[in-house]
């Protein structure tokens, strides 16, 4: 079973080429991480745009230029263990491949950021419902009207993920994410998605739209793919990161992270 | 009475020559921070070690190269609203001055970093007793024999403060601090020194010694003296810092930091 795999024998698999598909609920537990590569030169910046923005952006861990072996996943290799990449070249998104080896050089630096699987897991735990998993589909995300805090640079428009619940579900999901602080945590808005610069529900920018129930409200989380959308925002002459759902799993466990 | 006194009046008797004592007790209620300027040129590794060493060196405000009024008080200047700043020249202290405006230069990356004032208030009000406010002295400070997480040239033991209560006492304020995170958050020891490296909590590095009663345990936190130590590990030209408790006082309250 995918869940029940070692972070390091799922990377093992992904690094042979016998595991190409997308990293949820594989190595269940463990933290999974968004990937973002891009050259020395720009990395003050964007290391000031995730420290300025810690909900959307929260650091997991930042590698020197040129090293590819991350902290939190002793052994293991930024450029050949996650399933699929994205190369974005001048800002435009070039090819989708599952190896970057041949790309990245000794000038580039790795950044990994928190990713929402963590607080799905502990709020599957506790019975709340998970629309997009109940219905087998990508979770919904927005762009909204809000700006991030800019550094040097970087811009960009925060990105959220929306999850539907009654309001007494939702009371008890602020509880549970707010303890996930370096997974998104709290969400950062309930209710009228008009107000966040929403126009409609079921055309979300990324993912796919989700039955919203009769007495349901909208929950919304900040979202990771804020950091692509920064670090794309500039015609930078090469990025790398994760294609969506194809993340880097640690050997963090979720529990690692949580404040209390 | 200096506890009344907004940041802003604050800052501005700083910066006219009219408050030139320490910090401690002033604006109460209101973000106090450590400050670090540096070259540019070693900002992102010391940014990088700041982000590795959260406990130690937690990040409330970072400025683009050049740049010297934070997010987190529009209007102040660092180069000014700090009652005494050291000045350090290739890793050694040169002198102590009240402005720096005549040693800033547009090649130089401000951090303020969280100090444990904030959670102090809160253990006041909880009725725990902080021995060196209760014994009119400085906080006792220890160089642990722990290493922080070394980040490109920056390395530096583990700096930690050391407060003494009961072991129920000691519970209650692991709950508080907790929820402190971005001031140094929980302690990081409890009980034996020799564990973490101190040989005789009589001799503190820096602070002063406090009366350890019957049946009190030593409680450890981690410190913002931690981040001085790095960025004077290198010889570079020029890093100036606050002295020690002549702290940056900012318009953040101490709730807004605060993860529950």
């Known amino acids: 079973m995918a869940a029940e795999l070692s972070p390091q024998d799922l990377r093992k698999r992904i ?6 598909q997308p990293t949820s609920g ?26 300025r923005n810690p909900k959307p952006c929260p650091i997991l861990d930042v590698l020197e230029p040129g090293r590819f072996e991350p902290a939190i996943a002793p052994g293991a290799d930024l450029r050949t263990d996650l399933p699929r990449y994205r190369v974005y070249e001048n800002g435009q998104l070039k090819t989708e491949i599952e190896n ?16 929402s699987f963590s607080f799905e897991n502990a709020m599957l735990a506790a019975g709340l419902p998970i629309r997009n998993i109940e219905e087998g589909k990508n979770v919904s995300m927005y762009v909204t009207r809000r700006d991030c805090r800019p550094a040097g640079p970087f811009t960009s428009k925060l990105v959220v993920t929306m999850r539907p619940m009654t309001p007494a579900q939702a009371v008890r999901a602020v509880q549970i994410t707010t303890r ?6 709290a969400p950062v808005h309930i209710g009228d998605h008009r107000e966040i610069g929403i126009r409609d529900l079921d055309r979300p920018e990324f993912g796919d739209p989700v039955t919203i129930r009769p ?41 690692d992270l949580t404040i209390l």
Chains 1, 2 share one sequence.
């Open 15 to 20: 690094r042979n080429g016998q595991w190409t």
């Open 26 to 51: 594989a190595s269940k537990g463990f933290i999974q991480a968004n990937l973002v590569m891009m050259p020395q030169e720009q990395a003050f910046d964007f290391l000031l745009f995730c420290v």
């Open 100 to 115: 970057v080896s041949h790309l990245t050089h000794s000038g580039m630096v790795s950044f990994l950021l928190g990713c």
């Open 180 to 185: 996930f602080h370096l997974t998104h945590g």
């Open 215 to 255: 007495g349901e409200v909208s929950v919304f989380w900040a979202c990771g793919v804020t950091s692509q959308l920064a670090a794309t925002s500039l015609p930078l002459p090469l990025v790398i990161t994760h294609s969506p759902g194809y993340m880097f799993v640690s050997d963090l466990k979720d529990e």
